[in-house]
């Protein structure tokens, strides 16, 4: 079982930053591949990047490639997403996910899920 908190997340103005941390329980951090998912109102969730256990695959979505950052720190047992240049359709709760493969991450098929963090852009 692995249990995930994510932190990190409030209200920004357009063009601000954010960074988002994401603890996890358990032992095996290291096998296990994390991602980063948002859903805004009436939206379904989507995948917004995922990383793989040892940090040799990394996937953006389009819409925040060159401005949003997935990294881990395996010793500490944590996920990060670093959010720069922020708009307000950036708006939405952002879970951490975490699965047994990289491929059920990016197939929106992880096996643990964190109860999110809400980030609000004010435009």
């Known amino acids: 079982q692995v249990q995930l908190v994510e932190s990190g997340g409030g209200l920004v103005q357009a063009g601000g930053s954010l960074r988002l941390s994401c603890a996890a329980s358990?032992?095996?951090?290291?096998?296990?591949?994390m991602g980063w998912f948002r859903q805004a109102p009436g939206k379904e969730r989507e995948l917004v990047a995922a990383?793989?256990?040892?940090?040799?695959?990394?996937h953006y979505a389009d819409s925040v490639k060159g401005r949003f950052t997935i990294s881990r720190d395996n010793a500490k047992n944590t996920v990060y997403l670093q959010m720069n240049s922020l708009k307000p359709e950036d708006t939405a709760v952002y879970y951490c996910?975490?699965?047994?493969?990289?491929?059920?991450?990016?197939?929106?098929?992880?096996?643990?899920w964190g109860r999110g963090t809400q980030v609000t852009v004010s435009s």
């Open positions: 990383i793989s256990g040892r940090s040799g695959n990394i």
């Open positions: 996910a975490a699965g047994r493969s990289i491929f059920l991450v990016l197939n929106g098929g992880p096996d643990y």
């Open positions: 358990g032992r095996t951090f290291s096998s296990y591949a």
